[in-house]
């Protein structure tokens, strides 16, 4: 999992409360990544960062947002859950994308917004 | 944004080739080619990456033709651990991050 921790693994919340997933990079990267994964969607990038309080949108930045206080650390809140954020989350780390540098992908957490 | 087009599904027999299409006929010169594999309840896995020429790692070969427009992964022996959805995605050479973007993969089924 190249040095990936994402936490936590599982997690039901209710309609409207707040929810911060975390992910955990031990490789010194400097891109991270947060996506979700849906039935009929693929991988879809919700934002990322590229350092220390650099972050920017993905295609599905709504209703999400991001921070990155250190290197190792991103956060991804979703201010007020909705049914709809239900899904699979996944963290993703690269060097910086020159187009040669790989995804590393943690293992997920499973959200179920009810 | 360049796209990729994959088959959604492909079977194949253990200790067989298998040979994975993909078809990315926008891709810019500066795109690289790369593919992921995601086994059940993982996250997605690096395979193989390439620009022009033909590459080769332990896992797998990529096979890039002549006008970039398509490229193969070729999974020499398939065992039944290689059953998973397979991504081919361009990466930009001197794009944004936000254009790594990801399509529905190839569902590969290893029959024993």
């Known amino acids: 999992d190249a040095g990936i921790t994402q936490s936590p693994r599982h997690k039901v919340t209710e309609t409207g409360t707040p929810v911060t997933l975390r992910c955990h990079q031990t490789?010194?990267?400097?891109?991270m990544y947060w996506y979700r994964q849906d039935p009929g969607h693929g991988l879809r990038l919700i934002h990322y960062s590229y350092g220390v309080k650099d972050t920017d949108k993905g295609e599905v930045s709504d209703g999400y947002s991001v921070s990155r206080s250190k290197t190792e650390d991103f956060l991804l809140t979703l201010e007020s859950a909705t049914s709809s954020q239900t899904s699979v989350y996944f963290c993703?780390?690269?060097?910086?994308?020159?187009?040669?540098?790989?995804?590393?992908f943690g293992n997920g957490t499973r959200l179920t917004v009810t | 944004d360049a796209k990729t087009t994959q088959p959604n599904s492909m079977e194949s027999n253990e200790e067989e080739p298998v040979h994975l299409p993909c078809n990315h006929s926008t891709i810019s010169g500066t795109d690289y080619i790369h593919w992921y594999r995601q086994l059940p309840s993982q996250g997605p896995e690096y395979v193989i990456h390439?620009?022009?020429s033909n590459v080769n790692n332990r896992m797998a070969s990529l096979a890039i033709a002549e006008d970039r427009k398509s490229s193969t992964l070729i999974l020499h022996r398939a065992t039944l651990r290689d059953a998973a959805v397979y991504y081919c995605i361009l990466s930009p050479g001197w794009g944004s991050a936000r254009q790594l973007t990801f399509g529905s993969g190839t569902q590969l089924t290893v029959l024993p």
């Open positions: 490789e010194n990267h400097r891109y």
């Open positions: 993703a780390i690269s060097e910086p994308p020159k187009g040669n540098s790989p995804l590393h």
């Open positions: 390439g620009l022009t």
